[in-house]
């Protein structure tokens, strides 16, 4: 995945709202959230591929970071990840760099409006924007009033 300018100015908005912890700042990100949404903006979210698409992959033939397509429709699963107070939260990395920070894992890349209207449904709290990183936690009441401006 590239990263878009919808991206940079998120993580510019997150980097901004831990250096001055305050409203403006706060909202500044929420924004930056809203503007990637209307501008096409992508994350990566961590899934856990379906055992058919092992069976798929030729791993003489394929290396990390190549991108693959296949035929069939596919089923993915989320992966979620459970915080120090055991709360779980869906991750979202906005770069390959953030991505990295963690442990190696499958991503998929969607729309930044598709993962915040999904994880309404899902049984976490919220998504962690960039855990590895300068994170930011954006509860399901933000991402409802992010959805609704």
């Given at each position: 995945?590239?990263?878009?300018a919808?991206n940079k100015?998120?993580?510019?908005a997150?980097?901004?709202?831990?250096?001055?912890?305050?409203?403006?700042?706060?909202?500044?990100?929420?924004?930056?959230i809203r503007?990637?949404?209307?501008?096409?903006?992508e994350?990566?979210?961590?899934?856990?591929?379906?055992?058919?698409a092992?069976?798929?992959?030729?791993?003489e033939?394929?290396?990390v970071?190549?991108?693959?397509?296949v035929?069939?429709?596919?089923?993915?699963?989320?992966?979620?990840?459970?915080t120090?107070?055991?709360?779980?939260?869906?991750?979202?990395?906005?770069?390959?760099?953030?991505?990295?920070?963690?442990?190696?894992t499958?991503?998929?890349?969607?729309?930044?409006?598709?993962?915040?209207?999904?994880?309404?449904d899902?049984?976490?709290?919220?998504?962690?924007?960039?855990?590895?990183?300068e994170?930011?936690?954006l509860?399901?009441?933000?991402i409802?009033?992010?959805?609704?401006?």
């Open positions: 995945m590239v990263e878009s919808a100015k998120l993580v510019e997150i980097h901004r709202f831990y250096e001055k912890r305050e409203k403006k700042t706060f909202i500044g990100v929420l924004e930056a503007m990637g949404m209307h501008e096409d903006g994350w990566m979210i961590p899934v856990i591929p379906p055992l058919q092992f069976d798929m992959l030729d791993p033939k394929i290396k970071g190549d991108i693959v397509t035929e069939e429709e596919l089923h993915f699963k989320v992966n979620l990840y459970t120090g107070d055991g709360k779980v939260w869906m991750a979202a990395f906005t770069s390959n760099e953030e991505l990295e920070k963690g442990e190696s499958s991503t998929i890349c969607q729309p930044v409006e598709d993962i915040l209207k999904g994880n309404r899902m049984q976490a709290e919220g998504i962690i924007i960039n855990p590895w990183g994170s930011f936690l509860t399901k009441e933000l409802h009033a992010i959805l609704e401006a």
